[in-house]
């Protein structure tokens, strides 16, 4: 069974950084392409980032290009989401999800195309 947990979130002021791991149990992560969303109570899950299995590609929302960074680790069983210049709006919850059995170099911007999902970490960013 494939779990995903998540951590590194917190309360951090505007324009401030944090790093979000998501460490995950499993035979073969290196084959899961794994993406980031968030959600807001009320809302819908919004994607954040997503980088395939191979690595050689990723994919970012508009509102995380240029300020949002995924990566993965597969040596560690780890995908990280580096965001810098955090803004209010940020302030969500966020998961991190794993598809399996995927192109290497495809990545999933859609929640239903992910298959394994983390129980979510809280960040909040103040003004």
């Known amino acids: 069974q494939v779990q995903l947990v998540e951590s590194g979130g917190g309360l951090v002021q505007a324009g401030g950084s944090l790093r979000l791991s998501c460490a995950v149990s499993g035979r073969t992560f290196s084959s899961y392409a794994m993406g980031w969303f968030r959600q807001a109570p009320g809302k819908e899950r919004e994607f954040v980032a997503a980088i395939s299995w191979s690595s050689a590609r990723t994919s970012y929302a508009d509102s995380a290009k240029g300020r949002f960074t995924i990566s993965r680790d597969n040596a560690k069983n780890t995908v990280y989401l580096q965001m810098n210049g955090l803004k209010p709006e940020d302030t969500d919850v966020y998961y991190c999800?794993?598809?399996?059995?995927?192109?290497?170099?495809?990545?999933?911007?859609?929640?239903?195309?992910?298959?394994?999902w983390g129980q979510g970490t809280q960040v909040t960013v103040s003004s």
């Open positions: 999800a794993a598809e399996q059995g995927i192109a290497p170099n495809a990545v999933s911007t859609f929640s239903y195309e992910y298959e394994y």
